[in-house]
């Protein structure tokens, strides 16, 4: 039973309470994936090109799932159903990679997975968006629950693969998944009756123009400049010397710094324009992975993944932002879909160009990163000369 106009539980966690527990698991199997995943693939006998494609196919068949995911989400009594089926799938195919053998076994089954919970990303984002501009609570604390969760995980799973070794992935990956099933399942409703759609576009045509579109696309490019850290950078530490457990410490200090971000952001962010701020987190990403191309030494690396914060959380809620003041509850979820199509599409390009760079000039690989964030960065800055709806160009 809910208190007569709002959505917190007469008794009970609140609404925001729920989502931010469900966020502390949302991430959690990608945290061990990001330390053991390259390592157990190669243990499986995958080459780097290999790795690339097996973490780059799910996320080019999202490309043609992704708008209409978000569509049937939106047509849904409420987005917390789409969230639990997705949540349930992504665990039952996890479970699977048990049985799976060979390139194509591997690839086949962990497609099944990401696609799974790549699904569930854009539809908890926009629920909570809107949930937190409905009650004027703050997202970003929210969202900033999940960074908290992948870090616990990650320097978790560091020791764990210090101690145990690759095998320990997949028992991790899995049970990881079925907690963040459970989770789900303790979600508000997001969807008060009655409740206004806001002034936004209501179809996502409407805003299919350049000041909307390009700072979003060119966004996406440093979005799948920082996927390669996932995928590549246990591998790529462990053959400069560095141990699983100073891996997970360097992808910690990300997280971290990913983290305060999300916690402070409330207090930064009125102060600027999303499209300065998005341009601002594009910028300092060309520097980082510019210093990375590098090799440089391992305190370096801490400052280096200190700037997490900075090329990835503040762009991201800079962009979600921007998504949610230009649309309405009824393409929320759509809408943030479209969105994550276009970082997937980047991360596409990002995964399987650096997988063959490292392949051919290890480190060096950053150079190619590095390259591809300056044309995103370029765009951004582009868009500036196209002005929104209120009239206004940056």
């Known amino acids: 039973m809910t208190t007569p106009g709002t959505d917190t539980p007469a008794r009970g966690a609140s609404p925001e309470v729920r989502t931010s527990i469900f966020y502390l698991s949302l ?52 987005w917390k159903l789409s969230v639990v089926v997705a949540a349930a799938l992504s ?30 990303i854009p539809v908890i984002d926009a629920a909570a968006t809107r949930l937190a501009s409905r009650r004027g609570s703050d997202f970003a604390a929210m969202r900033g629950w999940g960074t908290v969760g992948y870090l616990v995980v990650l320097v978790a799973t560091g ?24 989770l789900a399942l303790q979600l508000p409703r997001f969807r008060a009756e009655g409740a206004s759609t806001g002034g936004g576009a209501t179809r996502l045509r409407h805003v299919m123009k350049p000041w909307f579109l390009i700072p979003l696309a060119g966004w996406s490019v440093i979005y799948g400049t920082h996927t390669v850290i996932n995928a590549f950078m246990g591998l790529m530490w462990q053959d400069q010397g560095i141990g699983p457990d100073v891996s997970g410490l360097l992808i910690a200090v990300g997280a971290l710094s990913e983290t305060a971000m999300f916690f402070a952001f409330r207090r930064i962010g009125p102060h600027f324009r999303s499209r300065t701020l998005i341009l601002f987190s594009a910028a300092v990403t060309v520097l980082r992975w510019t210093a990375m191309a590098f090799s440089p030494s391992l305190p370096w690396l801490f ?51 650096f997988g ?7 480190a060096g690989a950053w150079w190619g990163a590095a390259g591809f964030a300056l044309i995103g960065t370029l765009a951004i800055w582009r868009s500036w000369s196209w002005p929104q709806p209120d009239g206004k160009v940056a």
């Open 91 to 120: 665990s039952l195919c996890a479970a699977g990679l048990f049985l799976g053998h060979g390139f194509w076994g591997i690839l086949l089954i962990w497609s099944a997975t990401i696609i799974a919970h790549s699904s569930i």
């Open 159 to 182: 020791y764990v693969g210090l101690w145990v070794g690759p095998a320990a992935f997949l028992p991790l990956f899995v049970g990881l998944s079925v907690l963040r099933t459970i």
């Open 27 to 78: 991430f959690a199997s990608s945290a061990a994936g990001a330390v053991l995943s390259g390592l157990w693939l190669h243990d499986r006998g995958l080459t780097t090109e290999q790795i690339g494609l097996v973490s780059a196919v799910p996320l080019f068949a999202m490309l043609v799932l992704n708008l209409a995911v978000g569509r049937i989400a939106d047509r849904a009594p409420d």
């Open 356 to 362: 063959w760079l490292m392949g051919h000039f290890g």
């Open 303 to 353: 400052v280096l993944q200190s700037l997490h914060g900075v090329t990835y959380a503040v762009g991201f809620l800079a962009c979600v932002g921007f998504i949610t003041r230009w649309t309405s509850d009824d393409i929320a979820a759509e809408a943030q879909s479209f969105f994550v199509m276009l970082q997937q599409a980047m991360a596409v390009i990002s995964l399987y160009g």
